[in-house]
């Protein structure tokens, strides 16, 4: 029995790990969209210049 709830939990850890770090992700996105420009800006300077 032991055996056959193990897998299962696991999969839910996992699965839950997974949402934690997209919902990590989307956050740190949103939080970045503000200084995008200011980074594309930086870029294309250090490009050309």
């Known amino acids: 029995m032991a055996r056959a709830v193990n897998p299962v ?7 839950q790990m997974g949402l934690m770090g997209t919902l990590i992700v989307a956050l740190i996105a949103v939080l970045m ?3 995008a420009p200011f980074i594309l ?9």
């Open 9 to 15: 939990r696991t999969d839910y850890s996992n699965t």
């Open 41 to 49: 800006l930086g870029l294309l300077w250090r490009a050309f210049h």
């Open 33 to 35: 969209i503000p200084f």
